[in-house]
């Protein structure tokens, strides 16, 4: 790698690492590393980053020697850390005061992080700053036979602590289930907790709609704790597949200054620091959101507002590295941000209004793809890319 004035370390290689990786290329020509335990296809070929993969690397022991090894080979260099994803966000908050003698760290400690990313203490801090979520029952391995639930199926399953939830094993396994019957409920907490998952599982009332009620909302909080920055996207398709189920493949940009002063007072009350990501959804009978979580991170489809004009690299560069005291500013562009092809999103949208407006976008041409960054686009990249079978995942999991 060239010498850098800085250099970034993103923790992962699917199309969350890759939007940051773009983002850093775009804004200062600086080339990324990431650091991973699987190459996805997203990150295959690319000339803007250079990957250490190690099937091993979530192990603390191994995670820190191969941050002191790239830390030896750099030793000019102001090093960045970046998870993008909640495993490594675990490991780089948990060894913070380690790593900070060596890199910039720009993650809040321990005692927040479990606050706020535990989703049952996610949830007492919502009652505390009146944010508003979906009825909410919690089953534990104690007490998840003679669970008692006060709203009606379709229900929403999801793990508590996600991070060791990904690292247990059972058949079926899934990000997010969607069950419609008490019988199915028992079936799916039986395999939960008969694998190593030992803890909370959080259970919710369905939210009505469909995906284009769904929100996703990033920021940048600074140094000072000062929100400099702030995006909502309407989602427009979302991922359906078990792995990857509550990823987003479509995205329009909108805005609402309501939420937006909301979740700044929010964030800068609890004191945070660095990226935030907050998915939502919409009921528009009561013109109001309900608040399903918070990731200590930039979001994985976060390029949607770098492609709209406001790199989410820059925000935290002018805060670390030349310290800026910025101003906030918000997203406000209008164009439709994708990783999926044009056939799929027509096929599978229901909602008129938002199909209307995505035609017009095709039309003008305001259609925008990280994943095809024309400056890092060879054939063997774009072969890569083309491989993935996007109409093969529709057609299994989007009912």
């Not at 321990?110 to 979520?133: A, G, Q, R, S």
């Amino acid at each position: 790698m060239e010498v850098q004035e800085f250099i970034p370390i993103l923790f992962g290689s699917d199309r969350n690492v890759y939007g940051m990786a773009v983002g850093f290329y775009e804004e200062y020509n600086v080339r990324s590393i990431a650091v991973c335990k699987i190459g996805y296809s997203e990150t295959k070929y690319s000339k803007i980053l250079d990957i250490y993969q190690n099937k091993d690397i979530e192990k603390k022991e191994v995670f820190l020697k191969t941050l002191k090894e790239i830390k030896n080979k750099y030793k000019n260099n102001k090093i960045i850390l970046i998870a993008c994803s909640d495993v490594y966000v675990r490991l780089i908050v948990e060894n913070k005061k380690e790593l900070e003698k060596d890199f910039i760290v720009p993650y809040i400690d321990l005692d927040l992080m479990n606050k706020l990313i535990i989703k049952e203490n996610f949830y007492k801090t919502c009652e505390k700053y009146n944010l508003d979520y979906p009825k909410t029952v919690i089953a534990t391995k104690d007490n998840y036979k003679e669970l008692k639930l006060d709203f009606d199926f379709p229900i929403i399953l999801k793990p508590s602590d996600s991070v060791t939830y990904w690292k247990s094993t059972f058949w079926g396994k899934k990000k997010i289930f969607i069950i419609y019957s008490k019988d199915e409920l028992d079936d799916i907490l039986n395999r939960i907790y008969n694998s190593t998952y030992k803890s909370d599982l959080i259970i919710q009332e369905y939210i009505e709609g469909d995906d284009t009620n769904l929100r996703v909302l990033n920021a940048y909080v600074d140094s000072r704790h000062l929100v400099t920055f702030m995006a909502l996207g309407q989602i427009v398709l979302e991922d359906k597949a078990p792995a990857s189920y509550g990823d987003y493949d479509a995205i329009i940009p909108t805005y609402d200054k309501e939420l937006f002063d909301k979740m700044k007072k929010f964030l800068e009350d609890i004191n945070y620091v660095g990226y935030a990501n907050f998915d939502l959804k919409y009921n528009k009978k009561t013109n109001s959101y309900k608040l399903f979580e918070i990731n200590i991170r930039q979001g994985r489809s976060h390029s949607f507002t770098t492609l709209g004009g406001y790199n989410i690299t820059k925000y935290l560069v002018d805060d670390l590295i030349y310290h800026k005291e910025n101003d906030i500013e918000y997203l406000k562009s209008n164009y439709l941000w994708t990783i999926i092809p044009k056939r799929i999103i027509m096929k599978y949208v229901k909602n008129e209004e938002i199909k209307n407006k995505i035609k017009l976008f095709y039309k003008e041409h305001k259609v925008k793809n990280i994943l095809y960054y024309k400056k890092d686009l060879s054939l063997k990249r774009f072969i890569e890319l083309n491989k993935k079978n996007n109409d093969k995942k529709y057609e299994l999991y989007y009912k």
